[in-house]
């Protein structure tokens, strides 16, 4: 029987991990810190695959038998404005574009995606307030049921899985994932890191 001597298994390759953390080594950030900020990008790598198969949303969804899948309930949380960027973003009037814009999808598909939200009875065309030549979207009875269902349920499972969180925890984790999501745009302006000392 031919089988592989566990015994001799090779170790992790961390060549990869050792050159990434010299490039922030050189940057000024100490070793601990440059070995933190490999770790960090790693976990995000994971997490950034885990959260384009959204197989705990999608299940979500099967259980609610709601005939929405992930890019139709993307099309409603655009239009009902689950997530905003601000108050502004929060009270705009909301129209394919904006579908397509928030979505970063090309207009025809965000029409097309909007139709069947339509048809499905989620969503409908109404005048604009502002202007009645402009039609503008809004969330159906059944679509604003729809996603308090979705939200409430989404919440419990997220509740469940924080449950062991302390507050302080939560507070600071919010906080410092709220300014590491800006480190794209930090990154491009011209100043220095920070000294590790005050990292």
């Known amino acids: 029987m031919n089988r592989m001597d566990k015994t001799h298994q090779p170790a992790r390759d961390t060549s990869s991990e050792v050159k990434s953390a010299e490039v922030y080594i050189a940057a000024g950030y100490s070793p601990e810190a440059a ?34 899948d992930l890019q139709l309930l993307d099309v409603m949380g655009a239009v009902s404005h689950w ?42 065309r109404v005048a604009s307030q502002t202007d009645s030549r402009r039609i503008v979207l809004e969330a159906t009875e059944k679509g604003w049921a729809f996603g308090e269902e979705f939200r409430r349920r989404k919440g419990g499972m997220l509740g469940r899985a924080l449950k062991c969180w302390t507050e ?20 491009l302006k011209p100043t220095p890191p920070p000294d590790a000392g005050e990292a």
Do not use: C
């Not at 976990?43 to 969804?61: C, G, P, W, Y």
């Not at 394919?96 to 025809?108: C, K, M, N, Q, Y």
């Not at 999501?181 to 990154?187: A, M, N």
């Open 83 to 124: 997530h905003p960027e601000n108050l502004e973003d929060a009270g705009r009037e909301v129209t394919v574009g904006t579908v397509a814009e928030r979505l970063h999808i090309d207009p025809s598909r965000a029409s097309r995606l909007v139709s069947e939200l339509v048809d499905k009875g989620y969503i409908r």
């Open 168 to 187: 302080d925890e939560l507070v600071t984790f919010d906080r410092l994932l709220d300014r590491y999501s800006h480190w794209g745009k930090e990154g």
């Open 35 to 68: 070995a933190a900020i490999v770790r960090i990008d790693a976990t995000m790598q994971r997490m950034r695959r885990s959260i384009s198969k959204r197989e705990f949303v999608a299940d979500v969804l099967r259980e609610m038998d709601a005939g929405i």
